[in-house]
């Protein structure tokens, strides 16, 4: 059973452009939950999403941050026009029902 | 919502030597508190959980106590090995809603 996987593990975008953040979640989970961490700062809940619904985005900005996660396919966090400010490391975790988190390896966006 | 503390921030011992990290948490309909260890540039791993129905439990090495009336739990780790060295984070959550919230994490340093 492969664990949870995000791609890419890397990604570099100028200012203004688009960033695509990909997370597959372990086999049999259907709760997905994207996370941010700030270099030296601890992880920040976005948004937690079930098969084709958001159940609670309280932790995510209100404009340029959107995510989903389709019938099909993996979940998507999406930030438009990306700022200097949104370089961090972006963390997906998934669960079956029950809470156990189990994290995938991460995407560090990098904005410049 | 919830809201979770953590301290101390940064922790440093001596191999050998017992640390512990505490947390509190705000919603008293928390009944899932979970450990996370991250290690430089890696993603967080559980080491070890507790539920609401336990006051303590341990895994060699490892030890997580809960007290439900005063809303805090900690971990605690003795004969600390220069591997321990990592930032520890400390979780809560409402099982059957699946959020979890983070404390800001403890950064512990073994030093041989």
């Known amino acids: 059973n492969a664990g949870v996987m995000q791609n890419p593990r890397h990604l570099v975008r100028r200012r203004g452009q688009e960033a695509r953040l990909r997370c597959s979640p372990m086999?049999?989970?259907?709760?997905v939950y994207w996370y941010r961490q700030l270099p030296e700062e601890g992880l920040k809940f976005m948004v937690y999403l079930q098969k084709e619904n958001i159940i609670d985005e309280s932790g995510m900005p209100k404009e340029r941050f959107s995510a989903e996660f389709p019938k099909e396919g993996p979940s998507i966090l999406r930030i438009q026009q990306v700022v200097r400010g949104d370089s961090a490391a972006y963390f997906c975790?998934?669960?079956?029902?029950?809470?156990?988190?189990?994290f995938g390896p991460g995407t560090r966006l990098t904005v410049t | 919502g919830e809201n979770v503390e953590q301290h101390p921030s940064t922790l440093s011992v001596q191999e050998g030597d017992s640390a512990v990290i505490k947390c509190t948490y705000s919603d008293s309909a928390s009944n899932y508190f979970p450990w996370y260890k991250q290690e430089l540039g890696k993603r967080p791993q559980l080491i070890i959980d507790i539920r609401s129905n336990v006051g303590e439990k341990k895994d060699q090495r490892i030890a997580v106590t809960l007290n439900k009336t005063a809303k805090h739990f900690s971990l605690h780790i003795t004969e600390t090995q220069p591997e321990d060295s990592a930032v520890y984070f400390c979780?809560?959550?409402?099982?059957?809603?699946?959020?979890?919230?983070f404390g800001a994490g403890t950064r512990l340093t073994v030093k041989p």
């Open positions: 979780a809560a959550s409402i099982t059957l809603q699946d959020d979890m919230r």
């Open positions: 086999k049999g989970h259907s709760h």
């Open positions: 975790a998934s669960s079956p029902r029950g809470a156990e988190q189990y």
